[in-house]
């Protein structure tokens, strides 16, 4: 298997613009989660899916976020207006949520600088 | 509430040194209890569990971690650490979802 796979690898956006990060998670894990890190603040839960359907959005920082799972292949995480503030790097991660098996495999991150 | 504890921010260890990262948990209940590594500019990766059973649980690249319930304690340790070894490691806990609460992670450097 591929992993959990993210796209883009690197962002760099001025202020205001409108940024997409992707997530195809692990096939066959019915869970997704996002994190954002920070030096500041450290590992932070944004939101996580399960069966495609938000379960937990209490993370996520503002109104200016959203994110969505259309299909179990597929999550993005929306940005807009963004915001200098809003640097990071961002995570996406997958699980079986099953009993013995709720360890999470992470992605390789997107790096987003906001100007 | 469940929570977890990464009491050090950085541990320092000698090449060829046993290493020691502390970890504590809160919870009610029987935990699941994790170790993670994140390497510079990469995702965090899953190192080992504890689910239940065997105190002492073997992960990958020779760690290893020992869950003390009494002390509400899973830490993670190696018999002989590596240069290549340093990096940032986080503990996490879940009672009885996938849905993990992590550790604010502790930095380990060993020295050649």
């Known amino acids: 298997d591929a992993g959990v796979i993210q796209s883009p690898r690197h962002e760099v956006t001025e202020m205001g613009q409108e940024v997409t990060l992707r997530c195809k998670p692990i096939?066959?894990?019915?869970?997704l989660f996002w994190y954002r890190q920070t030096m500041m603040r450290g590992l932070e839960l944004l939101i996580y899916?399960?069966?495609?359907?938000?379960?937990?959005d209490s993370g996520m920082p503002e109104d200016r976020f959203s994110a969505k799972m259309p299909n179990a292949s597929f999550s993005t995480l929306k940005i807009q207006p963004s915001e200098p503030r809003d640097s990071a790097v961002y995570f996406c991660?997958?699980?079986?949520?099953?009993?013995?098996?709720?360890?999470?495999?992470f992605g390789p991150g997107t790096r987003l600088t906001v100007t | 509430a469940q929570s977890v504890a990464q009491p050090e921010d950085q541990v320092n260890v000698a090449e060829g040194n046993p290493l020691t990262v502390k970890c504590t948990y809160s919870?009610?209940?029987?935990?699941?209890l994790f170790w993670y590594v994140q390497y510079p500019n990469r995702g965090l990766q899953f190192l080992l569990k504890?689910?239940?059973?065997?105190?002492l649980v073997k992960g990958s690249y020779g760690f290893e971690a020992e869950f003390n319930k009494s002390q509400t304690s899973f830490h993670l340790k190696k018999p002989s650490a590596l240069v290549s070894d340093s990096a940032l490691y986080f503990c996490?806990?879940?009672?009885?979802?996938?849905?993990?609460?992590f550790g604010t992670g502790t930095r380990l450097q060993v020295f050649p």
């Open positions: 899916f399960n069966n495609n359907v938000p379960i937990d």
């Open positions: 991660a997958s699980s079986i949520p099953i009993p013995g098996h709720y360890e999470q495999y």
């Open positions: 996490a806990v879940t009672l009885n979802t996938d849905k993990l609460i």
């Open positions: 504890y689910i239940t059973g065997d105190n």
């Open positions: 919870v009610s209940g029987n935990p699941y």
């Open positions: 096939s066959g894990h019915n869970s």
